[in-house]
Every structure is written in C-alpha cells, then in structure tokens.
C-alpha cells in the first residue's frame, strides 16, 4: 500500500455493532509511501498506523 499525506483514510468496522472511523495521512513514515502512517481521526485522536485489511485510502478528488 501506498499514500501520501493529505490522503484520507477509512478503517472499515469488522462486527456490526461497529462503525467505520475515518481520518487523514498526516505524514508517511516509511520510504516510497509505504507505512508506517501517522493518521488523525475525525475526532482529534492521532497515532501512528500499519494498515490492515481493514483499511483503505482514499486520494482526495477520487471518491465515488
């Protein structure tokens, strides 16, 4: 996976009573765009990231 700060992101809920959190790539920590991220949530809350099979990244203009 590759990503660029500025990018959004999505971690998708796994159960049902789960919701799907959303953020932004404020800095790619790894060499060439790979992880690791330092993500910062909609609701405020940062901290550093390796993607899952969970997660996804949206580059901005390329949404649905």
Known sequence: ???????RIVIRGT?????????????VRGV???PPYLVRF?????TIMFPGGDFAVE??????
């Open 32 to 34: 060439d765009g790979a």
């Open 42 to 46: 909609d609701d405020g809350h940062e």
């Open 1 to 7: 996976m590759k990503a660029v700060a500025g990018d």
């Open 59 to 64: 580059r901005p203009g390329t949404e649905p």
């Open 15 to 27: 159960t049902v009573e789960s919701t799907d959190r959303h953020g932004q790539i404020v800095e």
